[in-house]
């Protein structure tokens, strides 16, 4: 196996399409460790995201195979446990049908690295001179890759809450990529109604801070 679009190509759900017994062997080893871990009195929460999604077919396609493995995980160690089941919105059109993709996922983590990407059509791994020149001569006001672009990334992000939430009224949903330790972007994704973020370590303390005077902020 070689990759030749890193960006675009075989990775995510599709390489779990692709090739079912590499995502049969994950989930096996998630339900596994989960199962091992109860066995010793612990008290572990698995929550299984899928990237990439682009409908909610691909999803049911993985789901199928998780819910297969977790049945033969319960009885081999005899012990019940539950899971979640969710998914990264990546790509545009995820966060278009976020409603249909909300009937089999039970939280989404809005992968914005990506997202932007996507929806610029730049790639991070050399859009640093464009971007430079852009800011230069004003086209762009901000490195969208350290900004968040709320005018237009930023509306896919609300229209796949949104969406995904008038399927699952209690869909968690969150973000993941470096906007989650960026303070503007931060207030932003409090404002539009997300659970948390994630980023970079180094990026935590700031997150904190960016999440507790946001919080502070709206709550007058």
């Known amino acids: 196996m070689h990759e030749v679009n890193p960006m675009m190509g075989l990775r995510g759900v599709r390489l779990g399409i692709v090739y079912p017994e590499i995502t049969e062997t994950q989930f096996s080893a998630l339900f596994s460790a989960t ?11 698995l929550e299984i995201m899928v990237p990439l999604t682009i409908n909610s077919m ?18 081999k160690y005899g012990i019940n ?10 790509i545009p059109r995820a966060a278009l049908v976020a409603n249909k993709i909300a009937e089999v996922a039970e939280f989404f983590s809005f992968g914005t690295n990506d997202l932007t990407q996507m929806t610029f059509g730049f790639s991070r791994d050399d859009v640093n001179s464009i971007v430079a020149k852009y800011m230069e001569d004003k086209i762009i006001m901000a490195d969208p890759f350290n900004t968040f672009d709320q005018e237009c990334v930023g509306e896919l992000v609300k229209i796949g809450v949104e969406r995904g939430r008038s399927q699952r009224a209690n869909l968690k949903c969150g973000v993941c990529g470096e906007h989650g330790g960026d303070p503007t972007s931060v207030e932003f994704f409090y404002k539009t109604g997300l659970n948390y973020v994630s980023c970079s370590p180094f990026r935590v303390p700031v997150a904190r801070l960016a999440a507790a005077q946001a919080a502070i902020k709206n709550s007058k």
Request: charged share 40%.
């Open 35 to 45: 199962a091992e871990l109860l066995k010793e009195g612990k008290h572990p929460i």
């Open 58 to 75: 691909e999803l049911k396609h993985q789901k199928a195979i998780a819910d297969r493995v977790h049945k033969r995980i319960q009885e």
């Open 81 to 90: 446990f539950d899971y979640k089941f969710g998914t990264m919105i990546e």
